[in-house]
C-alpha cells in the first residue's frame, strides 16, 4: 500500500487542488506528495511507476487545465527550491516560483529574465513548456537543464537537446523526462534598468490581462505574424460564457472562471472558439495551455 511506502514524505489525502491550479478548478488528488529533495523523488516515482500508480507531476498550477475529478497521486515539487548564483550563471531548482528566481536576478543585476516578472509559473515547467511573454522566453537564457531521465537516471541536456521553439521543448513532450533544475546564462545589467523594464511588464500585464479573475495565462498560441487574442476578438467572442466560464471582455485569448466553472466549460469554450476561428478565418487555433487528465506511470524494465 502507497502509505506504507510514503510514511516518511510529506503528504496529504483527500486533497481539494482547488488552491493548486490558477482556474481554481474543484478537483482532488487522494495523495498530494511533496518530496524534500531529489533522491526523495526519485524513489517516489521508481515506486509509482513499479506500482503502475497513476500520477502527475504539478508545478505552479499556471497553463493546466485539471481535467480529471480526482487524481491519483499529485506531486509537487515545492521543496526544490534551491538558488545557486555564481557569477553571471544561476542554477535554480524545478520548484523555485518563477517570480522569485527574477526577482533574486534583478537584484544580483543579471538580465534575462525581467520578461518573467510576472509569470505564475515554477521553473520546471516554465523551462519544460518555454514560457515567455513580450517577444522573449526561457529558451533565450537556458544553458542546460538537469532531468530524470525514462530510466530514472539524473542526466544533464544542453540546449541544443532541449528542442525549444514558441511555447514547446523536448521537454514538454517527452513526460518521461522531468525537469528538476536549470542553468541560466545571465547578462550584467544595472538593477534599477531591469527593475524598470520588470516594473513595465508588470503595468503592462495589470492593464491588458483580466488578473482579477481565475484564469491559466494565455489559452492559444499566436498564430505566425498575428495575435490569437485580436483574432477571437474581431470574431466578436469576447464575453461569450459557457457554463461557469467566459472569455474574458478585457483581453480575448483568456478565459476565466466566474466562481463555478468547470474543467468541461472550459475545454468546450476552448473547442467553440477554435470552431469559429476555424470557419471565419480557415485558421487552426493551437492550445496554449495543457489539459492534464492523467500521466500512466509505465513500469519501469530492468534492464541487464
Not at 9 to 23: D, F
Not at 56 to 69: E, Q
Not at 261 to 275: G, N, R
Amino acid at each position: 500500500m502507497i502509505e506504507n511506502f510514503i510514511k516518511n514524505y510529506e503528504y496529504y489525502k483527500n486533497v481539494n487542488l482547488k488552491k493548486y491550479n490558477t482556474y481554481r478548478l474543484e478537483c482532488y488528488a487522494d495523495y498530494l506528495i511533496f518530496p524534500k529533495d531529489i533522491n526523495e523523488l526519485v524513489e517516489l516515482l521508481d515506486y509509482l511507476r513499479q506500482n503502475r500508480i497513476n500520477y502527475i507531476i504539478l508545478g505552479g498550477g499556471s497553463n493546466v487545465i485539471l481535467a480529471k475529478p480526482c487524481f491519483d497521486v499529485v506531486v509537487k515539487l515545492d521543496k526544490l527550491n534551491n538558488i545557486t548564483i555564481n557569477d553571471n550563471i544561476v542554477v535554480a531548482e524545478a520548484g523555485v516560483p518563477l517570480i522569485k528566481l527574477a526577482n533574486e536576478c534583478m537584484k544580483n543585476s543579471l538580465d534575462g529574465l525581467a520578461f518573467a516578472g510576472g509569470i505564475p509559473g515554477m521553473v520546471g515547467a516554465s523551462t519544460s513548456m518555454n514560457a515567455g511573454a513580450y517577444n522573449e522566453d526561457m529558451s533565450m537564457v537556458v544553458k542546460e537543464v538537469k532531468v530524470i531521465d525514462p530510466d530514472l537516471k539524473i542526466t544533464t541536456l544542453n540546449k541544443e537537446e532541449l528542442g525549444y521553439a514558441y511555447r514547446d521543448s523536448f521537454l514538454k513532450r517527452n513526460k518521461d523526462y522531468v525537469c528538476i533544475e536549470t542553468t541560466f546564462e545571465m547578462k550584467y545589467k544595472d538593477k534599477d534598468k531591469i527593475k524598470e523594464v520588470m516594473n513595465d511588464r508588470k503595468n503592462r500585464r495589470v492593464v491588458s490581462q483580466p488578473l482579477d479573475k481565475p484564469s491559466a495565462g494565455s489559452v492559444f498560441r499566436n498564430p505566425p505574424g498575428m495575435s490569437a487574442g485580436k483574432l477571437i476578438e474581431d470574431a466578436g467572442l469576447k464575453g461569450y460564457i459557457y457554463g461557469g466560464a467566459m472569455i474574458s471582455d478585457k483581453h480575448a485569448n483568456f478565459i476565466i472562471n466566474n466562481d463555478t466553472a468547470t474543467y468541461e466549460d472550459i475545454i468546450m469554450l476552448i473547442d467553440y472558439i477554435k470552431e469559429r476561428i476555424k470557419v471565419i478565418y480557415d485558421i487552426d487555433l493551437i492550445l496554449e495551455q495543457e489539459i492534464i487528465r492523467w500521466c500512466y506511470a509505465r513500469k519501469k524494465e530492468n534492464k541487464g
